[in-house]
């Protein structure tokens, strides 16, 4: 979608737009949230779909990318804002029918654009670290988590 259009679409719903410098994701600057982000490229969240597995899909749950056109990617729980920098990276791959999920590929932002909820939600560790859950709880319980 057209970062203007978004925007707006944004404003309909009360998610504001911020600049970069004053947006805070959980307590972390852009930047550092980002590095963070991307780490978790490593961790297998034994839902790749490789083996065919979706947990929540199997239990008759709807899995947990279904809502991400409403809840816009579930950046609205982040204090009701985005930062104008990530909305830039990230609005041309916005459908407002599937938001960033499409079928057969998955999510289609890179993962250090991508909310702390589509990072920390998982419904099974078997696969990760000691090191890849404290990724997680870092990302969910943010900056000033110890
Ligand atoms: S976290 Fe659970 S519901 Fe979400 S995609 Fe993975 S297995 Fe499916
Ligand atoms: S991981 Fe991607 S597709 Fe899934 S809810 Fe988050 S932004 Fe949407």
Known sequence: MDYDKLKEWLRERNIGVVPKESMRVRGYDVDTYRKLAKQTENVDYDCDFHDGICHGLALGAPGCCM????????WQKEGGAI????????????????????????????????????????????????????????????????
């Open 67 to 74: 809502h991400c056109a409403s809840a816009f990617g579930y």
């Open 83 to 146: 930062d104008d920098d990530t909305l830039r990276k990230i609005a041309e791959f916005f459908d407002e029918r599937t938001g960033f999920l499409r079928e057969g590929a998955g999510c289609i932002i890179p993962r250090e654009l991508r909310s702390p909820t589509c990072l920390y939600i998982f419904c099974s560790d078997a696969k990760m670290s000691g090191e890849e859950r404290l990724l997680l709880y870092k990302i969910q319980y943010g900056a000033n988590w110890s």
